[in-house]
């Protein structure tokens, strides 16, 4: 399609129901006015939230009450200002949620320091009380914050400049996604298509090298144009963590981000540290796919196409969402039924329009559906990208359906392991019922390139995300030229070995990366793609034991510690074992993909 749709011309079919969230503008706005009564209840505890077990719990539960409805009216403000980022009635309700946030954040201040400020023997009573035992996992978390929680007064004025904080996030989302264009480039049959952020992987899958390239220097060449600009909003949001952690009393903002978890730094850096000594891993499928596609020299343009030609890799939306339900089968009948429920009650909006966010995502709350983004262009890799999403949905899915609100919103950390099962699934499904070598090959290709694209690409985004970090840390500017020349070192340490002569407007690609304003978000991905390759080995082993133990950790929300959860599940991301494993696995593959080619 040489246009992209405009919003109101998507069929809405294609499109998520947001009427289960509200039917009308009156009904949102009705609960909108509920919120100012509900912070008064929570304000009205002030100076005595521990004056007792029964007065605490209260507090708690009138917290709860308060973010529930707030959660639920931000979910509908931020999934109908994705749909279409340049419509300014969206963008308005959205962004009166996130100034309605941070007044939150400013008059509930008191809440933590007070708790915390109980003199010890009163506050171990409390949390040992009978009154409290479902809150003591989340009073016993508090207690662990006490060090790096501050004085009401310093909780507030943080509060309530947390919505200025964040511009340099809403800038960079803004420029990204609605205001930039990256005009038009000629495909394979020489016709004139719209570059965009949806459409750019298909370019990069392109069998046509030249299309590749052009896809390439259109999409960084327009970033270039905005190197500066781009520097500003990632040197405004490293900042902001940095000074965050130094105002906590963290050693780093790395220690910072990670303390919710209660996951060391060790892990972080051992990540680093293991993925780094198996480049030489890396460095084999590249010389493969270099020997393979007959180039005298590999570039970072020559990394998304199929090495396979001639087997098919466009999707209709239904071929997509059969596929889907097959390759997911070996989870069992109950979640065969939810994916026919998701795509029944239209949980997923599936096009990509004008203004649309670029990407995919789950997002949703405890009082709506799990919704999907995604901007879907019949690609495989759009297939498992629905594969990958789908399985964020169907964790919270479980979680809100086996937790209470309190504890329902499972942790980052573990965010990514579901999704990334599920892909590995899809790829095992693909494989087990390829009858051709051909195809074979073709799977296990892209099966590469995916483990590629989250264990050592992630990994390398999350080494540069912290030398970033340092250097904010240091009092160092980010400017447009040191960012790009870090980066490009940094590029150059892992694919160096192959891709000796890399296009220099690869030192561009960290300008278009949202998740450097996520706060060490990246890692989790190649610590979710390690713990995922030895779940779905276990789901497809049939052991019910092991399969019990995966719904366990879909059920778990956040009742237990992040690590303890993936313990429990059969995978112990304290160690790099998983992560040794993972890459082995790679390895592994390599070498088949090499037997067949």
């Known amino acids: 399609m040489a246009e992209l749709l405009k919003r109101c011309e998507v069929p809405d079919s294609m499109q998520w129901d947001l009427t289960v969230l509200y039917a009308s503008e009156d009904a949102y706005e009705s609960d909108y006015g509920k919120l100012p009564a509900l912070l008064e209840k929570v304000v009205s505890f002030k100076g005595n939230v521990t004056e007792s077990a029964e007065t605490l719990k209260a507090a708690i539960e009138a917290v709860d009450e308060l973010t529930r409805l707030a959660e639920k009216l931000y979910t509908y403000a931020h999934l109908k200002s994705d749909e279409d980022t340049s419509n300014n009635k969206n963008k308005s309700r959205l962004n009166k949620m996130a100034t309605y946030f941070a007044e939150v954040s400013g008059a509930t201040a008191f809440f933590e320091p007070e708790i915390l400020a109980c003199n010890e023997d009163k506050l171990n009573s409390l949390i040992n009380s009978p009154v409290l035992a479902f809150y003591k996992r989340s009073l016993l978390e508090l207690l662990r914050e006490k060090p790096h929680t501050l004085s009401e007064k310093e909780e507030r004025i943080l509060g309530l400049y947390s919505d200025v904080l964040s511009n340099s996030d809403e800038v960079f989302s803004v420029l990204n996604d609605a205001d930039m264009s990256f005009g038009k480039i000629r495909d394979e049959k020489g ?47 490293t900042k902001r963590h940095s000074v965050s952690a130094k105002l906590r009393n963290y050693t780093s903002s790395l220690e910072a981000s990670l303390a919710d978890d209660n996951v060391s730094c060790e892990v972080y850096l051992n990540l680093i540290k293991t993925v780094k000594s198996k480049i030489p891993y890396l460095s084999r499928y590249l010389k493969l796919r270099k020997k393979v596609m007959k180039l005298k020299s590999l ?6 196409n199929p090495l396979v030609k001639n087997v098919k890799s466009e999707y209709s939306w239904e071929e997509a969402k059969e596929l889907v339900k097959k390759a997911l089968a070996p989870l069992g009948e109950e979640y065969g039924k939810l994916l026919d429920r998701a795509f029944a009650e239209r949980w997923v909006d599936v096009m990509e329009n004008k203004g649309k966010r670029s990407g995919a995502y789950s997002s949703g709350c405890y009082d709506s559906y799990p919704y999907l983004l995604l901007n879907f262009n019949g690609t495989l890799n759009d297939v498992f990208t629905l594969a990958h999403e789908l399985g964020h949905s169907m ?84 400017s447009g030229d040191l960012l790009s020349e870090l980066y ?55 052991n019910k034991d092991k399969i019990d133990a995966y719904f366990g950790f879909l059920k778990a929300g956040d009742s237990k510690d992040v690590l303890d959860i993936m313990l429990d599940a059969g995978v112990d991301l304290s160690r790099s074992e998983p992560i040794e494993a993972a890459l082995e696995y790679f390895n592994s593959t390599v070498i088949e993909l090499e037997k067949l080619l």
């Open 191 to 237: 016709k004139s298509i719209e570059l965009s952020h949806g459409n750019y992987r298909l370019f990069m899958e392109s069998s046509n090298r030249k299309v590749r390239e052009r896809a390439f220097k259109k999409m960084f060449s327009t970033y270039n144009n905005y190197r500066n600009t781009f520097a500003a909003t990632l040197d405004g949001t």
């Open 395 to 478: 964790h919270s899915y479980y979680s809100n359906s086996n937790q209470e609100f309190h504890y329902a919103l499972y942790s980052i950390f573990v965010a990514e392991v579901a999704s990334i099962t599920n892909e590995l699934l899809l790829f095992d499904y693909l494989l087990k019922n390829s009858d051709n070598q051909e195809l074979r090959a073709y799977l296990l290709g892209q099966l590469l390139d995916e483990i590629r694209a989250t264990l050592y690409r992630q990994t390398m985004f999350a080494e540069f995300e912290l030398e970033i970090h340092k250097l904010a840390e240091g009092n160092t500017p980010l």
């Open 299 to 304: 570039n970072m343009y020559d990394l998304y």
């Open 488 to 542: 490009f070192k940094i590029n150059n340490d892992y694919y160096g070995e192959v891709i000796t002569n890399a296009d220099k407007l690869i030192e561009m690609e960290w300008a278009r990366i949202p998740h450097f304003y996520y706060n060490f978000y990246v890692y989790k991905y190649a610590t979710g793609m390690a713990a995922a390759i030895q779940l779905s080995q276990n789901i497809l082993s049939g």
